[in-house]
């Protein structure tokens, strides 16, 4: 039931239902400035409680979400949600889950599409509602999952990536003037470390007499909140050396930059605040602009144009060897003509 508190000027839901120990509780939330809100309120609460398969996918979201919010980082979960909000809830949210078909889940991924979205991003989406539907097959008591018949859309393998040659690098980093964007981007691109852990760092993370950096966390920005989690993959804890110009280069940051602390972070920026900047320098520089991510990806390729192979890189960035020949793979010279010139000198002998 939805009461009116007359003395806030705002409407309240209270009612009772009974929880899965099988007790009736009484439950009351106040604050709604609507009282279709309070009632919305109370009818998706109620449906998590039955957890039927006739309840609505924002009921089912909801409690996808309470699962998942003690099994995943909060970044991850964070990245789930925004996306969710976004691009699922709005086509499904009122619609009873086992009255979604097939036939709905391909509208729904013909607008993905209308809309433009990169090959990528339309299959992480499609993954984001086939993984809730799944969780209602396996917990709650739905039938099947209509994205199983539907199918997949767009693409699991990226397009090719934008990086610079180290020509390009070093134009760029001449026209650096800020010590801290100078710092980062070289640690970026000489380290390979991903941006959110290069933004984690701080000065006990490096050693500068071994010559080596420490990656053991990553930092994200959540809800205007700093936070500190463990690294994307167990892979991505790992130990980095680093060339010496590299350490002086640090070294002179940390001596320079007053006050600075063992724990504090080495680059005190978030990655929102980074984009900006870089493509002013490109444009600076006049070189081509690429995201900061991409800087990451430059490393390999310049690893990848020394001569180094892929079960080394793999390591020395935090990832699998899968994943640098599914990403990187195109990036590698073609062996197979080098292969038979070598066993036509083997032969010619």
Request: with cysteine.
């Given at each position: ?15 009772y ?8 509780r009484?439950?009351m ?6 009282q279709?809100?309070?009632?919305e309120?109370?009818r998706?609460f ?5 957890g ?9 979201y ?9 099994r ?5 979960v964070n ?14 949210k ?12 391909r509208?729904w991924?013909n607008?993905?599409?209308?809309d433009?979205l990169?090959p ?12 809730i ?5 396996k917990y ?7 994205c ?33 964007h100078h710092?980062?981007y070289?640690?970026l ?5 991903r ?5 984690a760092?701080?000065p006990?993370d ?7 950096i ?22 991505s ?5 680093i ?8 070294r ?8 600075l602390?063992?724990?504090d972070?080495?680059?005190p920026?978030?990655?929102t605040?980074?984009?900006i900047p ?5 444009e ?15 490393h ?6 020394m001569?180094?192979p892929a ?19 195109h ?11 070598m066993?036509?000198?083997?032969v010619s002998?």
């Open positions: 039931m939805t009461y009116k508190d007359e003395k806030r000027g705002t409407w309240y839901c209270k009612f239902y009974i929880d899965w120990t099988g007790v009736r009484q439950k939330k106040r604050g709604f400035k609507l279709r809100d309070a009632k309120w109370e998706i109620l449906e998590k409680q039955s039927s398969p006739n309840m609505t996918f924002q009921a089912l909801q409690l996808y979400l309470e699962d998942i919010q003690s995943l980082k909060r970044s991850s990245s789930k949600n925004q996306c969710v909000e976004s691009r699922v809830l709005p086509f499904f009122d619609k009873p889950i086992n009255q979604i078909t097939a036939a709905d889940v509208k991924q607008h993905l599409i209308e433009g990169k990528t991003t339309q299959r992480n989406i499609n993954g984001q509602l086939n993984a539907l799944n969780f209602a097959v709650y008591g739905l039938p099947q999952n209509p199983k018949v539907a199918g997949l859309i767009g693409s699991s393998k990226p397009k090719r990536m934008q990086f610079w040659t180290h020509e390009e690098f070093k134009t760029l980093i001449a026209c650096v003037k800020n010590p801290t710092v980062l070289s640690i691109y000489y380290a390979g470390l941006c959110g852990e290069a933004l760092l701080t006990a490096i050693d500068l007499e071994k010559k080596v420490h990656v053991t966390k990553t930092f994200h920005r959540i809800h205007g909140e700093d936070v500190i989690t463990s690294p994307k993959t167990s892979n804890i790992r130990t980095v050396p060339p010496d110009f590299l350490c002086d280069q640090i002179a940051y940390i001596q320079e930059t007053y006050g602390k063992k724990s972070r080495l680059i920026l978030v990655n605040s980074i984009r870089l493509n002013n320098v490109c600076r520089a006049g070189i081509k602009q690429i995201r900061v991510h991409d800087i990451r990806h430059s390999v390729s310049l690893l990848i144009e001569g180094f079960i080394l890189i793999a390591e020395r960035i935090g990832d699998t060897v899968d994943m640098v020949n599914n990403i990187y793979g990036l590698y010279p073609n062996r197979h003509e080098e292969v038979a010139d066993l036509q000198a083997l002998k």
